[in-house]
């Protein structure tokens, strides 16, 4: 197979990038205190973001999929990989300056950067990706049981810690305003992964047929979804910070 790019699986990451907007927009409208909202408790805010996170990381792993049948060269995968990681620092700085208690030291730039490279390994396995998936999901909430009440406990604090919390094996969630450890969310790529080999064997014409005319801006948009990651929240704060001026 030559090395293409996929409109539907473009347009499918445009709409999280879209999704993913609209979020971050309220949000900025709760942090400048023109809505009363609690996006840390109410779940209709804590699963949209599950959901968003879950699309995305789906995404990259069908991705990794294609890239592997595709013959990707280990070069061009380290220049991706570069990429990302910068970015995830430029998260780091960006937030610390905004949000020096809780600013993001293990978001999802920084969890898709290590479970890139896990992925890119492990890509090939085929279907064994379902339970490995199902393994690494189930495993942050065995991990939850055992540190609170199991044998794990006296490592509870360890684990817990800003030095180990990037497994996801904790008790009680951190101080950041984005953290999206290596587990449970390296399964859900592992599903992204595993289902990318499915259809690339079983339907690859789910690939190939054209994107609606309507949704063409969506692919447009998912082939840069790095740079518009980076650039839409800066955008989205200088907007609401100046209405909030405005009005308050």
Not at 10 to 35: E, S
Not at 102 to 124: E, N, Q, T, W
Not at 164 to 179: A, F, M, Q, R
Not at 213 to 239: C, D, E, F, M, T
């Amino acid at each position: 197979m030559t090395s293409q790019r996929f409109d539907n699986l473009d347009a499918l990451r445009g709409l999280a990038m879209v999704w993913m907007a609209v979020y971050h927009f309220v949000f900025d409208l709760k942090y400048f205190k023109l809505v009363s909202l609690d996006f840390y408790r109410d779940p209709f805010w804590t699963w949209q973001r599950t959901l968003i996170v879950s699309l995305f990381l789906l995404c990259a792993g069908m991705g990794q999929a294609i890239s592997t049948v595709q013959g990707q060269s280990w070069q061009r995968f380290w220049r991706r990989w570069f990429q990302v990681a910068l970015s995830a620092l430029l998260v780091t700085a960006g937030s610390w300056l905004m949000f020096p208690n809780s600013f993001i030291y293990f978001g999802v730039l920084h969890g898709m950067a290590l479970m890139l490279i896990v992925v890119r390994l492990s890509a090939h396995w085929g279907q064994w990706l379902w339970l490995l998936g199902a393994l690494a999901i189930s495993s942050k909430f065995i991990a939850e049981y055992l540190l609170q009440t199991g044998p794990l406990a006296p490592w509870v604090e360890t684990m817990n810690s800003v030095h180990w919390n990037w497994l996801g094996w904790i008790s009680k969630n951190p101080v950041t305003e984005d953290y999206v450890p290596l587990f449970p969310w390296l399964g859900v790529m592992w599903w992204g992964a595993a289902f990318g080999s499915w259809v690339l064997k079983q339907r690859p014409e789910w690939l190939v047929q054209p994107v609606p005319k309507a949704l063409h801006v969506l692919a447009r948009l998912g082939r840069w979804s790095l740079s518009y990651y980076l650039i839409h929240q800066p955008v989205l704060i200088a907007l609401v910070s100046g209405v909030s001026w405005i009005l308050l």
